[in-house]
């Protein structure tokens, strides 16, 4: 019956002058539910000045108290129950049919031992109320205080920012200063807190910060740098659902608990740098982390090496590197991609294709469809090029090997006139001038069209005459002037013919 009904039917008691039969009809209840009124009224000896300040809840009581029988059965301990609950895939059915079969005469039937359980399961911390199987998951956050220091160097205040991670099963805690919430630093904080517990779990909870989530929502987007460090331990990350606290309660309530017993007394500390910070944190941390539970037997640290620590993933071999990912841009016609106003190259086929470029403190790679298309030295030059020459087309590619030392190296295979002629042709200036790279390359074709021996001997004539031109060159080898003379007068006026220019000529100014 309502409450409000049943105290309206007792003020009516207690007027002298109401009947039994007069308060049922007033009330539409039955005269025997106002005897009963009336009896349980007496039997409790209440007044009606104490109806008046009891609640309802204590009235209930008062009126229809809870009758329990005297039992004997044994209870199991709940508190191991509750322990053995936290092993992955153990259902309670099974502890009840153990407990059963150690108690077969007084046991519990499986309803009233969930009643049980349940009830016991309510009088725990909110935080441990969920079932969290051991070394599955980790939950993370920043807090929302900040530690102040002093930079040494510059004397400027700066913040650190609180980075807090808790395992479910355990709730053993970690906590680390961070220079910002930025990506880089995300992604350290969350690598030390691997190196931390010695081990990988299964799911890692993160809130929806920029650094791990890039779009959040139903159509949900990783932050691809967090999920290659994801893959890189092999774990998974399955962020909080948008204002959805309980999500990662164990984070938020590790946070309140950090920041009661350790941002307290680190506030009471002045700091240079964040590694004085990082030095402070680890006693208090250790002092927190073995600290007793108040309804547990033991405390975190232990819970941890118990449950948590041996059944966690093994750390891979080598620490995650950090790499940024640049959006796609598209190749242009030059088949160079600028980094951080610096130029790397691609292949030349991709050129107008879209690709992606993946940044660590060493190495620049480029992908093209998810598939690794190019890798870079990096380079800090703002306004430099870095150039694989494998990337050029043929043609380029020829273009860009003509130097001093190409040309030089195919000179010494002629000859050691051509040798000389090509030493000419870069004397005063630098190893790529562009005339000498011209000059030695028309070179090559004359070797090609007369063939060396030819060339050379042109090269030991051009030499001799001080005209060290592809002209002089190409004329010798027209007129066969590179050919042992012959013994007739037709040679001999051939060459002392007028026509014939040489040394002189030049010298004079003719």
Same mark, same amino acid.
């Given at each position: 019956?309502?409450?409000?009904?049943?105290?309206?039917?007792?003020?009516?008691?207690?007027?002298?002058?109401?009947?039994?039969?007069?308060?049922?009809?007033?009330?539409?209840?039955?005269?025997?539910?106002?005897?009963?009124?009336?009896?349980?009224?007496?039997?409790?000896?209440?007044?009606?000045?104490?109806?008046?300040?009891?609640?309802?809840?204590?009235?209930?009581? *008062?009126?229809?108290?809870?009758?329990?029988?005297?039992?004997?059965?044994?209870?199991?301990?709940?508190?191991?129950?509750?322990?053995?609950?936290?092993?992955?895939?153990?259902? *309670?059915?099974?502890?009840?049919?153990?407990?059963?079969?150690?108690?077969?005469?007084?046991?519990?039937?499986?309803?009233?031992?969930?009643?049980?359980?349940?009830?016991?399961?309510?009088?725990?911390?909110?935080?441990?109320?969920?079932?969290?199987?051991?070394?599955?998951?980790?939950?993370?956050?920043?807090?929302?205080?900040?530690?102040?220091?002093?930079?040494?160097?510059?004397?400027?205040?700066?913040?650190?920012?609180?980075?807090?991670?808790?395992?479910?099963?355990?709730?053993?805690?970690?906590?680390?200063?961070?220079?910002?919430?930025?990506?880089?630093?995300?992604?350290?904080?969350?690598?030390?807190?691997?190196?931390?517990?010695?081990? $990988?779990?299964?799911?890692?909870?993160?809130?929806?910060?920029?650094?791990?989530?890039?779009?959040?929502?139903?159509?949900?987007?990783?932050?691809?740098?967090?999920?290659?460090?994801?893959?890189?331990?092999?774990?998974?990350?399955?962020?909080?659902?948008?204002?959805? #606290?309980?999500?990662?309660?164990?984070?938020?309530?590790?946070?309140?608990?950090?920041?009661?017993?350790?941002?307290?007394?680190?506030?009471?500390?002045?700091?240079?740098? *964040?590694?004085?910070?990082?030095?402070?944190?680890?006693?208090?941390?250790?002092?927190?982390?073995?600290?007793?539970?108040?309804?547990?037997?033991?405390?975190?640290?232990?819970?941890?090496?118990?449950?948590?620590? #041996?059944?966690?993933?093994?750390?891979?071999?080598?620490?995650?590197?950090?790499?940024?990912?640049?959006?796609?841009?598209?190749?242009?016609?030059?088949?160079?991609?600028?980094?951080?106003?610096?130029?790397?190259?691609?292949?030349?086929?991709?050129?107008?294709?879209?690709?992606?470029?993946?940044?660590?403190?060493?190495?620049?790679?480029?992908?093209?469809?998810?598939?690794?298309?190019?890798?870079?030295?990096?380079?800090?030059?703002?306004?430099?090029?870095?150039?694989?020459?494998?990337?050029?087309?043929?043609?380029?590619?020829?273009?860009?090997?003509?130097?001093?030392?190409?040309?030089?190296?195919?000179?010494?295979?002629?000859?050691?006139?051509?040798?000389?002629? $090509?030493?000419?042709?870069?004397?005063?200036?630098?190893?790529?001038?562009?005339?000498?790279?011209?000059?030695?390359?028309?070179?090559?074709?004359?070797?090609?069209?007369?063939?060396?021996?030819?060339?050379?001997?042109?090269?030991?004539?051009?030499?001799?005459?001080?005209?060290?031109?592809?002209?002089?060159?190409?004329?010798?080898?027209?007129?066969?002037?590179?050919?042992?003379?012959?013994?007739?007068?037709?040679?001999?006026?051939?060459?002392?013919?007028?026509?014939?220019?040489?040394?002189?000529?030049?010298?004079?100014?003719?």
């Amino acid at each position: 019956m309502n409450m409000s009904v049943t105290r309206a039917i007792i003020r009516a008691l207690y007027n002298p002058a109401n009947s039994n039969r007069m308060i049922a009809k007033l009330h539409s209840v039955s005269p025997n539910t106002v005897r009963d009124y009336r009896r349980r009224i007496k039997d409790a000896q209440l007044t009606q000045q104490q109806v008046k300040t009891l609640d309802d809840s204590q009235l209930q009581k *008062l009126l229809w108290p809870v009758r329990h029988k005297s039992t004997h059965r044994p209870l199991p301990d709940w508190k191991a129950v509750h322990q053995q609950m936290q092993a992955r895939h153990q259902v *309670l059915l099974q502890i009840w049919e153990e407990y059963r079969r150690t108690n077969p005469i007084g046991a519990y039937s499986y309803p009233q031992f969930t009643y049980f359980y349940r009830q016991f399961l309510a009088g725990l911390d909110i935080s441990m109320r969920q079932i969290h199987y051991a070394g599955e998951a980790e939950y993370n956050d920043f807090a929302g205080q900040t530690i102040k220091w002093t930079d040494a160097a510059t004397g400027l205040e700066q913040h650190a920012q609180i980075y807090v991670a808790v395992l479910g099963c355990s709730q053993y805690t970690f906590c680390y200063a961070c220079q910002s919430q930025q990506l880089e630093h995300w992604i350290d904080a969350n690598r030390r807190t691997f190196e931390f517990f010695g081990g $990988v779990p299964q799911v890692v909870v993160p809130d929806n910060l920029k650094s791990a989530v890039s779009k959040p929502g139903k159509e949900l987007q990783l932050n691809r740098s967090y999920q290659d460090m994801a893959e890189h331990y092999g774990c998974t990350i399955v962020p909080a659902r948008v204002r959805r #606290p309980q999500d990662k309660s164990l984070a938020e309530n590790g946070v309140l608990l950090i920041s009661r017993w350790i941002l307290t007394q680190l506030k009471k500390q002045q700091f240079f740098s *964040l590694a004085e910070i990082n030095q402070a944190i680890v006693p208090l941390l250790a002092q927190f982390n073995q600290r007793p539970f108040k309804r547990l037997p033991g405390c975190r640290l232990s819970r941890f090496l118990e449950l948590d620590k #041996p059944v966690l993933q093994p750390l891979p071999a080598e620490p995650y590197v950090f790499a940024r990912w640049y959006a796609a841009q598209k190749v242009p016609t030059d088949y160079h991609v600028y980094i951080e106003q610096h130029a790397y190259s691609v292949p030349y086929q991709l050129v107008a294709e879209k690709v992606e470029a993946k940044v660590t403190l060493s190495t620049v790679v480029f992908f093209h469809n998810n598939r690794r298309v190019a890798e870079h030295t990096r380079s800090y030059v703002v306004g430099g090029c870095s150039t694989n020459s494998q990337h050029r087309p043929a043609s380029h590619r020829a273009y860009a090997e003509q130097s001093f030392t190409l040309y030089e190296r195919w000179a010494r295979t002629v000859g050691t006139n051509t040798l000389a002629w $090509v030493m000419a042709q870069f004397e005063g200036h630098a190893a790529h001038s562009i005339v000498g790279n011209r000059a030695c390359s028309q070179l090559q074709q004359l070797a090609k069209q007369y063939g060396p021996e030819r060339l050379e001997a042109a090269c030991r004539c051009a030499c001799e005459i001080g005209s060290r031109t592809v002209s002089s060159v190409r004329s010798i080898l027209q007129c066969h002037l590179d050919e042992p003379a012959e013994a007739s007068t037709e040679t001999a006026v051939m060459v002392m013919h007028s026509n014939v220019r040489g040394p002189a000529y030049y010298q004079e100014g003719l």
